[in-house]
């Protein structure tokens, strides 16, 4: 049944901005719609806050990748991306289904200027269910195959893993000190899911349970503007993330988006050379993270 909550709760906020909106070709796994009643990325991403406020969302955290770009005296056109929770029971079934989702948890909702339109990207739910390895039982959705297709099956789930040698508190300490030794890297967010009110981080309980990962969102502006500036939709997977949780049998896993399956899926022709130095990074922070 969670399942369909959740594709009714995507869906609702598509079905809002559809109504005067404009569907167009889009990347494998997005759902990308033109907001043809919108002029400004500020205003649209104002209004869709507001409303998902309204449906019982919290939003831990807007990235304003232009206003990030220009902190660095870089160009890009408006692009933000709200990253919005589910209500705390939606999501905690979520995470027990499959813990690797907290990494696509919240929910992000990108808003960006593209040759003067104003559009709007969400994961489609096949994408989801797909990367994540999600089993579908409730009947609703088998109804639903359109949305499932607008991916369809992966030969690969553009996640990388990598065991740690440490616990899940000590993995993630060592990761954002990593990432921080790098001057010019931001962590504009560190979301513990086994706390949903974030005021209240610093007193949760040590004996998190396995489905209670903690998602490390990091980035720099001097790199992902490039990115940006050959596609914006890219947006939606900036900044980078790593995703520490614990399986059943106490094991520690790092998880994050492989550089290559984002060059892949937007399509980055001219990046190569950056690409190759992320994943290089990437794969060398979560070796300091897992004590390696």
Do not use: C
């Amino acid at each position: 049944m969670y399942f369909k909550r959740f594709v009714r709760l995507v869906v609702l906020f598509l079905l809002l901005f559809l109504l005067n909106s404009v569907v167009v070709l889009a990347t494998p796994g997005l759902n990308h719609i033109v907001l043809a009643g919108q002029s400004d990325v500020t205003q649209a991403v104002d209004e869709l806050k507001n409303e998902l406020l309204e449906q019982g969302f919290t939003i831990p955290l807007i990235v304003n990748h232009s206003a990030a770009a220009a902190s660095v005296d870089l160009q890009l056109v408006p692009n933000q991306v709200i990253y919005a929770r589910p209500r705390r029971q939606l999501e905690k079934k979520l995470l027990r289904k499959s813990p690797t989702i907290g990494i696509d948890l919240p929910v992000k909702f990108h808003v960006y200027e593209d040759n003067g339109d104003i559009v709007l990207t969400v994961n489609s739910i096949g994408y989801l269910i797909d990367r994540h390895s999600m089993t579908i039982k409730d009947s609703v959705l088998r109804v639903t195959n359109h949305l499932i297709n607008q991916f369809g099956t992966q030969a690969q789930t553009g996640l990388l893993n990598v065991i740690s040698q440490r616990n899940v508190d000590e993995t993630v300490q060592a990761l954002q000190q990593a990432i921080s030794a790098n001057p010019d890297a931001r962590i504009p967010l560190v979301l513990d899911y086994s706390v949903f009110d974030q005021s209240k981080a610093g007193s949760r309980k040590r004996n998190k349970p396995a489905f209670s990962p903690v998602l490390i969102v990091f980035g720099n502006p001097n790199v992902g503007t490039f990115l940006m500036q050959s596609n914006p939709a890219i947006g939606i997977d900036l900044p980078l993330e790593f995703l520490v949780w614990k399986n059943d049998n106490d094991t520690v896993t790092i998880s994050y988006t492989d550089p290559q399956f984002l060059k892949q899926r937007f399509q980055l022709t001219d990046q190569d050379a950056r690409i190759n130095a992320i994943a290089n990074a990437l794969q060398n922070l979560a070796s300091q993270g897992a004590g390696l």
